[in-house]
Nanobody
Framework: VQLQAFGGGFVQAGGTLRLSCAAS????????MGWFRQAPGKERDFVAS????????LYAEDVKDRFTISRDRASGTLYLQMSALTPEDTAVYYC?????????????????WGRGTLVTVSS
């Protein structure tokens, strides 16, 4: 499975962006999926995850009221709708497919990782 995240860009604080993640294979359709992000000089952190059926969404504490994860199983596309962005959200965002069907926060539960997309939020 190859994953590709896109939709990143430059946005002012308070703005919105929607990230998308396309899978090269339908294999991920039955897997949990997630978004992670990595800011310069920092580790890759969990952002949000979703179970195979679109339920079981989980969010990092600092994004849970601003970001929404969703998926379209028909197309195999994962989304992350981001609003009220702040400079602290600046990072490379990665999508990933889990080994199992559940939604999970743990990096070690993810088997496939996509190339990231850069989100830059200016103050």
């Amino acid at each position: 499975v190859q994953l590709q995240a896109f939709g990143g860009g430059f946005v002012q604080a308070g703005g919105t962006l929607r990230l998308s993640c396309a899978a090269s294979s339908r294999t991920s359709t039955n897997n949990g999926m997630g978004w992670f992000r990595q800011a310069p000089g920092k580790e890759r952190d969990f952002v949000a995850s979703i179970a195979w059926n679109g339920g079981g969404t989980l969010y990092a504490e600092d994004v849970k009221d601003r970001f929404t994860i969703s998926r379209d199983r028909a197309s195999g596309t994962l989304y992350l709708q981001m609003s009220a962005l702040t400079p602290e959200d600046t990072a490379v965002y990665y999508c990933a497919a889990a080994r199992g069907a559940c939604s999970t926060r743990s990096r070690s539960d993810y088997r496939y990782w996509g190339r990231g997309t850069l989100v830059t939020v200016s103050s």
